[in-house]
């Protein structure tokens, strides 16, 4: 749905599905963390996104992204990169989580794999967000399987 100065419409794309050997990622969702669990799907991350890429208020903030394509106990390996677009604490705090991940060229790297849980595998992952500087940052996502890769990026505002 298109809403533009009191005017609504539709637009539709097609949307193709993936070959046998084609690996994809989603976007990457922002959500508030209830608590109690991280969201096991997509529809329970959906029930807790934000309303924009504006975090404000929030001792944590909630990443999710799905990666298709993967068949069953494959590992997937992650690479999530967070980049001060402006100076912000964000930075600081995640890396003091994971001492020994000071990639020069990043302002802070996080390197981990998984073994899929399927062809649709679903992460969540929560971030502290207690002492974060406020200003504008980039969330890059990489997922590698075998030789393939795949990329995802999310700019987001911390106020």
């Known amino acids: 749905e298109v ?9 539709r794309e097609m949307v193709h599905p993936l070959g046998d050997e ?9 959500y508030r ?7 096991p799907s997509l ?3 959906t029930a807790l ?8 208020g929030s001792p944590e903030l909630g990443l999710y992204w799905e990666v298709y394509g993967v068949p069953e106990n494959e590992m997937v390996g992650y690479d999530l990169e967070i980049r001060a677009l402006s100076n912000g604490g964000l930075v600081q705090r995640v ?11 990043a302002e802070a790297r996080i390197r981990w794999s998984e073994a899929s849980k399927g062809e649709v595998h679903s992460t969540p992952l929560i971030i ?12 890059t996502l990489t997922a590698r399987v075998a030789e393939r890769e795949v990329v995802t990026v999310r700019e987001l505002q911390v106020r």
């Open 95 to 105: 890396r003091r989580l994971f001492p020994g991940q000071n990639d020069a060229a």
């Open 49 to 56: 996104m934000l309303p924009s890429t504006t975090v404000s």
């Open 22 to 30: 084609d690996l994809g990622v989603s976007d990457i969702l922002l």
């Open 43 to 45: 529809m329970a991350a």
């Open 128 to 139: 502290e967000m207690e002492s974060v500087v406020p200003g504008d940052y980039t969330v």
């Open 33 to 39: 963390p209830t608590g109690l669990s991280e969201p």
């Open 3 to 11: 809403v533009e100065e009191g005017e609504v419409g539709w637009h």
